[in-house]
Nanobody, 122 residues
């Protein structure tokens, strides 16, 4: 079984920074992309940022220039550095591992973390 464990959420004032981490554990052969999603109260879950195994990144327009995403493939860990946080960044942040293979010949599966709360006060 593969598990994703997030850490680093918390309460911060507007303009502050937080760094989220997500470590994938278990029997893992490869992970295609890793990503962070967030869900604000009353809203749908949305993609914040993603990074492929090769290092290509995508960002939601609302976080471009403020957030960076990085990945340590050897540790199956993804990071989200969030700077100049705004109250509208508040939500539960979920880590996603896309197209995970547990062995070379395994089918691919997606996995989600349990979520970590980020609250930005004005």
């Amino acid at each position: 079984q593969v598990q994703l464990v997030e850490s680093g959420g918390g309460l911060v004032q507007a303009g502050g920074s937080l760094r989220l981490s997500c470590a994938a554990s278990g029997s893992i052969f490869s992970i295609n992309a890793m990503a962070w999603y967030r869900q604000a109260p009353g809203k749908q879950r949305e993609l914040v940022a993603s990074i492929t195994s090769g290092g290509s990144t995508t960002f939601a327009d609302s976080v471009k220039g403020r957030f960076t995403i990085s990945r340590d493939n050897a540790k199956n860990t993804v990071y989200l550095q969030m700077n100049v946080l705004k109250p509208e960044d508040t939500g539960i942040y979920y880590c996603n591992a896309d197209r995970v293979r547990r062995t070379r010949f395994d089918i691919t599966r997606d996995y989600w973390g349990q979520g970590t709360q980020v609250t930005v006060s004005s």
